[in-house]
């Protein structure tokens, strides 16, 4: 095989492995991400909408981004934008360094700034329109180098930087270091020899003029361009000012790996001219440059992605989803390594019914796994808002989504917390508040249906109160003035059982909240409730508490335990207490069987931020 063949397949085995690989991992290794992105902004498809954003720089490639980002909310539809526009990446960066070094030997290397976008797009705090941005700087760099003319290349750099600047902020940047480094190393058959020679000598001089202006008046121009909007057009500080708001999520954050992105377009420049290989070593090259490529890719990403915070946004998404059951298996195959997790598969446990009976197959470690204390951030309470809606504590999800939605770290608005907003002002009957975020949802496209059917609903109580989910909730809420912290969880649980007795959920919550507690006295005070609430059988964390309370005021438990605690319990507790007994360090034994009862939790679990409230409150 020739070298041209070879370096021809290269090409096409290199950019069919690349878009695969990416598509794969955001598909299915690293999805959820790309789901919690799609929630935490609010696109909308108005004039007004689009004018307010490219009314301030970078806001068209914000805009641009958001509007991408919206249909992440279609399966595998995210991977695959994020696949195109890394490929665009990699396609513009190559035909850029072409127009330096024509021949392909240095293909590879146009890969790295696009598998870098593809690391930052791992980190939630690196919106898409990092991306949208740098492909537009990338876009006005491969227009300026396809320019042969001089001077029509030098007047359309001078257009080509405030253009950017405006529609793509910070990226303006990148181009001028492109523009610069190619009027550096440019191929001699277009340079200044060539168009000296046969030239007057004020022809010459004009085109002198001409390169130094590329040194002078681009720079004056880069640095002069942020000032003047700053100044006259948008009031900000200097950074934002030169970057834009369309970087990074986080507005007082300089983003390092940002302005490293924007240097690799230049320096690939100056590495594809400067570098000299004897065509013997074709192979040899490739193949070193391929090597480098995979040990780049391998540690970039072991860096840069997330897999812990991908396992909290697949249990938010499930949750948020509704899919109880499969947050259950999630959980069976990977257990939660956090609060955030645990308590969304608390949540799914008790929407199953099965909280009393597996809670403690699960490490639990305190009461912030089954409540979420409210922190100054907003994945918490957007997270814990869902525990507060489905116990029907709706004034204490409306406030967490709030809270929530204010404190994003780039001030947008949260498509799913407007959602949850309009849900709750309609069970608290406030329809004329809960209008106004359903008018937003309407001018969305994926939300668009479900406002308008929910509309239906506004000013009718009687069919709010004949809906399966909003009468429960409006039946279940409670009716008194009482003071919420979630500190306060144990009064308000038992305000909510003492308006509503046969509010089962409410009513598990509160016993899971004793148990982690280990308050067997307040525990074994809520047991007579348990005949209200029509259980078919004791769940079995109740049993195995309530055997162990009675051996704890009588030598033979099992003669005096009451007919509801099953044979099972009674033979697995004999069990368990004859090695508990028999061994001086038990604990290793009898986490091999016994790891998944209440027993076992009571003696060896550790109890982080226990709580206890006043339950006359």
Known sequence: ?????????????????????????????????????????????????????????????????????????LPFTGPLILTLLILAVQQLVWRIIRRVRPDTLFFPLSFIPALWCAMIMCNEFYPLSAVTGYIIGLMAGWLFVSIRNDRRRFYTGLLLLPAVYWLAGGAYLMLLSIMIVFEIVRPKAEGRGQRAEGRERGKELQDRILIAGYFILYPVVAVVLPFLVKQYLVMQPLMPAVMSEYYHNILTVLPVPVVALFSMPAMLMLAVRLIRINEKLTRHALVIQTAGLLLFTWIGFRIWADHSAEAIMKYDYLVRNERWNNVIELADNKPPRNWLSLAMLNLSLAKTGQLGNKMFTYDQRGVSGLFLPFAREYVAPMMGNEI???????????????????????????????????????????????????????????????????????????????????????????????????????????????????????????????????????????????????????????????????????????????????????????????????????????????????????????VEGRQSGDRTN
């Not at 696109?43 to 068209?60: M, P, R």
């Not at 162990?548 to 069990?575: E, Q």
């Open 388 to 606: 507060f809606y489905h116990l029907s504590l709706t004034n204490a999800s409306q406030h967490y989504s709030f809270e929530s939605m204010e404190t994003i770290p780039n001030h947008n608005k949260s498509v799913r917390m407007i959602k949850r907003l309009a849900e709750t002002n309609l069970i608290n009957g406030n329809y004329g508040t809960s209008e106004k975020y359903l008018k937003l949802l309407e001018k969305t496209i994926f939300y668009s249906k479900w406002a308008k059917e929910t509309r239906t609903y506004l000013y009718d109580d009687n069919r709010v109160a004949a809906h399966p989910v909003y009468g429960e909730k409006r039946k279940f809420a409670v009716r008194n003035d009482y003071f919420f912290h979630v500190l306060n969880m144990e009064a308000v649980l038992h305000r909510m059982i003492r308006e509503n007795p046969d509010n089962r959920m409410a009513f598990e919550y509160l016993m899971a909240f004793y148990l982690i507690n280990k308050d067997l006295r307040n525990f074994s005070g809520l047991v007579p409730q348990l005949e209200k609430m029509n259980y078919r059988e004791i769940p079995i964390s109740y049993q195995e508490a309530m055997l162990y309370i009675i051996g704890l005021t009588t030598t033979d438990p099992f003669s005096a335990a009451p007919s509801y605690i099953n044979a099972n319990v009674r033979k697995r507790m004999k069990a368990f207490a004859d090695i508990y007994t028999k061994y001086p360090e038990p604990e290793e034994r009898l986490r091999r069987n016994y790891s998944d009862t209440y027993w076992y939790f009571l003696h060896f679990g550790e």
């Open 1 to 73: 095989m020739d070298e041209r063949r070879l370096l021809n397949y290269t090409q096409y085995i290199l950019a069919g492995l690349f878009c695969a690989g990416i598509f794969v991992f955001f598909a299915f290794f690293y999805n959820h991400h790309l789901h919690f992105a799609e929630q935490i902004q609010l696109f909308l498809l108005t004039g007004d909408y689009f004018i307010s954003k490219i009314s301030i720089q970078g806001g068209f490639s914000g805009y641009l981004g958001e509007f991408l980002t919206q249909f992440y909310y």
